[in-house]
């Protein structure tokens, strides 16, 4: 069973390895603004936050995207009960995968590290799960994403927009 086994793991990194030659191997740039909202307590309704996202990411698999992202965010205004505040500013550097369907819809996941600024700053894993969709545009492709983060004890929802552009071009043989 274990030859078997071992054989079907070799067939298949085999055929993973000359499906590379066929895919697309530029890498994308992604930045863009992207606006957050705290969900931990419902009574941080008046508080918003507001950032910049960043990602490097390439087709690994077809359809299956790699990379690193980053993004920060400060937050404006108070909880409405006395003593709460949400940390002022939340800064992530994650690595970052997702899943591009065919009818360009995508699905990804990112977990790094989380930095909560406040009165002290706090560091933990950060994880971000989120769903968008890719315009191409003709000239450069365009994603709005809606996700959600988990950064600390702090929970955010939030939308991010950004241009996606490639920053090299495919190797030529």
């Known amino acids: 069973m274990k030859k078997v086994i071992c054989f079907l793991l070799i067939f298949h990194f085999g ?3 000359l499906a590379q030659d066929s895919l697309d191997k530029t890498w994308h740039a992604e930045a863009g603004p992207m606006i957050t909202v705290p969900i931990r307590y ?8 507001l950032g910049a996202d960043v990602a490097a990411n390439r087709q690994f698999v077809k359809g299956l995207f790699a990379g690193a992202r980053m ?3 400060f937050f404006f205004g108070n909880g409405s009960v006395e003593g709460e505040s949400v940390n ?6 994650m690595v970052d995968g997702f899943y591009l369907f065919d009818f360009k819809l995508l699905l990804g996941f990112s977990g790094g590290l989380g930095l909560a600024f406040g009165g002290g700053t706090d560091a933990n894993f950060s994880r971000v799960f989120y769903a968008g969709y890719l315009f191409n545009t003709g000239r450069h492709d365009m994603i709005i994403t809606a996700f959600f ?4 004890y702090q929970k955010n ?3 991010r927009g950004s241009f996606r552009l490639p920053i090299t071009t495919p190797h030529q043989n």
């Open 15 to 17: 055929k993973l390895c």
């Open 42 to 49: 419902l009574h941080y309704y008046s508080v918003l936050g």
């Open 71 to 73: 993004n920060y965010a």
């Open 88 to 93: 002022p500013g939340l800064f992530n550097a």
């Open 149 to 152: 983060d988990q950064t600390n």
């Open 157 to 159: 929802l939030g939308l």
